[in-house]
């Protein structure tokens, strides 16, 4: 099974709230349609989707003070967050509707909670039927049940780690506006083991973003056992074939703290 994540900032224009960046999305969407029909359909036994925020749900919940771990306990603040990434994620099943991939909604507010200690937890028997039965579950950030603070913040990218962890996943990519993990050069770093090494060059991202940018999802993904590889759009076509474009983000081996 592969996870792919279409980072919000590939696929909206980040720095515009509410802004859709319909070319890209295209561009996402032929790749994954593309991936789909060239394997019937199969893709490495199943396909799950996360995409991220842009510009929808980071302005409101940056509006309404919320991140994932300060949470709201308005209702009308939370569902603005939602719905803003619902209208996000309506946009996304229906390109991809329109290229006959049978994508379906999966929305992590209505099944997944945080715990005191904002430890995650994702049901996953629904998206691995969902697989089984030949879907694409759409899944995104969004808000969640947060024991103590209402309700946070949940991002892609936890989602990601999550599945990864609870399924069983062959390959993880994160689709995003830059080529991979950049040096204080701007090259693309190949490969990433440890965080301390890469540390000075991770930043937040440069738009408004309440979940970390590239150093929450480099230590995301640093805590998975196995890879996975961060790319930008016109990489997405080349690692839904099997290469691994931009940063591999490598597992600590075994008994490594
Ligand atoms: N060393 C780095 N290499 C690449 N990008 C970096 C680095 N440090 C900080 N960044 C920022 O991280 C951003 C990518 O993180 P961001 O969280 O915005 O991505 P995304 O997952 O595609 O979007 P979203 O979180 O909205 O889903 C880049 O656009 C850049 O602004
Ligand atoms: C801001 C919200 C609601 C979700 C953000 O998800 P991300 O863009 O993957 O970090």
């Known amino acids: 099974m592969i996870v792919l994540k279409l980072g919000g900032s ?65 209702a009308g603040a939370a569902l603005d967050v939602h719905g803003a990434m619902k209208t ?54 969004d808000l969640v049940a947060h024991a103590g603070a209402g309700a946070t913040v949940v991002s892609g990218d936890e989602l990601v780690a999550v599945l990864a962890r609870d399924l069983a996943v062959d390959r993880i990519g994160l689709c995003s506006t830059v080529p991979g993990v950049l040096d204080e050069t701007d090259e693309v770093i190949d490969e990433i083991t440890t965080y301390e090494d890469v540390a000075a060059v991770l930043g ?22 196995g890879e996975a590889s961060i790319f930008g759009l016109e990489d997405l076509g080349a690692f839904l074939a099997g290469d691994e474009p931009g940063t591999t983000i490598a597992s600590r081996t075994v008994g490594e703290s």
């Open 10 to 74: 590939a696929i909206t224009e980040k720095d515009r709230p509410e802004t859709l960046d319909g070319e890209a999305l295209d561009r996402a969407t032929d790749a994954v349609a593309a991936a789909l029909e060239a394997t019937d359909g199969s893709l490495a036994d199943g396909l799950v989707i996360v995409h991220g925020g842009g510009s929808f749900g980071h302005h409101n919940a940056s509006e309404h003070g919320v991140t994932t771990t300060e949470g709201t306990h308005d």
């Open 88 to 141: 996000l994620n309506g946009f996304v099943l229906q390109r991809l509707l329109e290229r006959d991939v049978q994508a379906v909604p999966v929305h992590p507010f209505s099944t997944a909670a945080r715990d005191a200690d904002g430890r995650l937890d994702l049901p996953t028997g629904q998206i691995e039927t969902l697989v089984e039965e030949g879907f694409v579950p759409v899944l995104h950030g």
């Open 204 to 225: 937040e991202s440069d738009a408004t973003d309440v979940t970390g940018g590239m150093a929450a999802k480099v230590r995301a993904l640093l805590d998975l056992e």
